[in-house]
């Protein structure tokens, strides 16, 4: 059975800091790699898909990187704003969408 | 585009009650299905389908029932109410092919009292 982890559970930083979260998985046998963000009281936003044949993908000041052989992904966030507070998820697919299995998510805090 | 449409966004319902969650998508997508998300537990995954028809079983499906007689249209039904079924339900919707997106409804949150 797929488990994914996401360490750590919170994570406080200032603003303008450069951060990494990390999100590892058991079963490398993975179809996608998906990072979400998650507001308050809020669903779910999608910000970065990683295909199983992708080292890593880029949008804005966001980068997520993939290494299926060590089951690891970690999403970068640079020169952070208090804006990005949130809680991130990532969920891994071995099918396809319809089945994804997430990680229990980091909750950031960006202070100003 | 609405995107994935959740209602109710609040529910609060007595033990032993029965409703349907109701779940729209307007981009023709052919994949859709029912999460919850409890505290510390993540997402988890209820039920699935995979076009119009075609239903399956996730994680934690006990205790409801999902049907998909249209593309759009997903509905959650929970037969009768407990407790341990309260929690945030979401719906999600992605196309079948590679390399595409999941998108996210907001949410309903359901309390059984």
């Known amino acids: 059975k797929q488990e994914v982890t996401q360490i750590p559970a919170a994570l406080s930083v200032p603003e303008g800091e450069n951060l990494v979260l990390n999100c590892s998985f058991t079963?490398?046998?993975?179809?996608?790699l998906q990072w979400f963000r998650q507001d308050p009281g809020k669903g779910l936003t999608s910000l970065l898909l990683?295909?199983?044949?992708?080292r890593e993908q880029t949008s804005g000041r966001l980068n997520a990187s993939l290494d299926k052989s060590s089951g690891r992904s970690t999403l970068y966030i640079a020169a952070s704003q208090p804006g990005d507070s949130a809680t991130y998820l990532c969920a891994v697919s071995t099918g396809g969408n319809e089945k994804l299995t997430f990680g229990t998510g980091t909750r950031l805090t960006i202070i100003p | 585009n609405a995107g994935v449409t959740q209602t109710p966004k609040f529910q609060v319902l007595k033990t032993g009650q029965s409703m349907t969650l109701q779940c729209a998508q307007d981009m023709n997508h052919e994949y859709m299905s029912w999460y919850r998300q409890d505290p510390g537990m993540g997402l988890r995954l209820i039920h699935y389908s995979v076009g119009a028809g075609i239903t399956d079983q996730g994680e934690v499906p006990n205790g409801y029932n999902v049907s998909r007689s249209t593309t759009e249209d997903f509905p959650l039904r929970l037969l009768s109410a407990a407790p341990s079924q309260t929690s945030v339900y979401f719906c999600a919707s992605s196309y079948q092919r590679t390399g595409h997106e999941a998108f996210f409804g907001q949410g309903t949150r359901l309390t059984v009292v």
């Open positions: 079963d490398s046998a993975i179809y996608n």
């Open positions: 990683i295909q199983s044949s992708q």
